[in-house]
């Protein structure tokens, strides 16, 4: 199995597009078995197989892959940044924490993780943790203060620890 799956990741860094998609499709029916080898090549220096790897992990939606999809969030490439919101918002209420953490940890410096953190909340369905997540929706809305960000995030991320 992980000498299929190495086979795979090495084709989605082909000139083919076609090529790319199916291997991307075969580890997409891998499932989650494919998943730590994908986040792996999130950091890969080449677009298109970032861009292929999001879009597999955000196909699986494994809960695994959330905290390296929130790192993807400031991805130098907006398709990919996008791609990993996208995975965020599948994956669900079980990729609020990690998302939460990075807010709480640096959100008041990168605008590309609170333009994905609002894409991420806004899509997502929230349900009965709306009330929770609407501070920090709202605060990476505004313009100024950015440290309010740092301050509803945390409080958010300990509201949702309790629950």
Not at 31 to 43: I, T
Not at 57 to 73: R, T
């Amino acid at each position: 199995m992980d000498d299929e799956i190495e086979r795979l990741i090495a084709e989605l860094n082909c000139d083919e597009y076609i090529r790319c998609q199916k291997a991307r499709r075969k580890l997409v029916e891998m499932g989650s078995v494919a998943v730590p080898r994908l986040v792996q090549e999130l950091s890969n220096k080449k677009y298109q197989v970032r861009w292929e790897v999001t879009k597999a992990l955000s196909q699986i939606a494994d809960k695994s892959s959330a905290e390296a999809l929130v790192k993807a969030l400031e991805d130098r490439e907006f398709d990919v940044r996008w791609l990993a919101a996208e995975a965020l918002i599948h994956i669900g209420t079980d990729a609020l924490e990690p998302l939460l953490l990075a807010l709480a940890d640096h959100g008041n410096k990168s605008v590309s993780l609170r333009n994905g953190a609002h894409h991420v909340m806004h899509d997502m369905q929230l349900g009965d943790l709306r009330k929770t997540m609407l501070p920090v929706m709202k605060a990476v809305e505004d313009s100024e203060p950015y440290s309010e960000i740092l301050i509803v995030a945390r409080k958010a991320l300990e509201t949702l620890k309790k629950q």
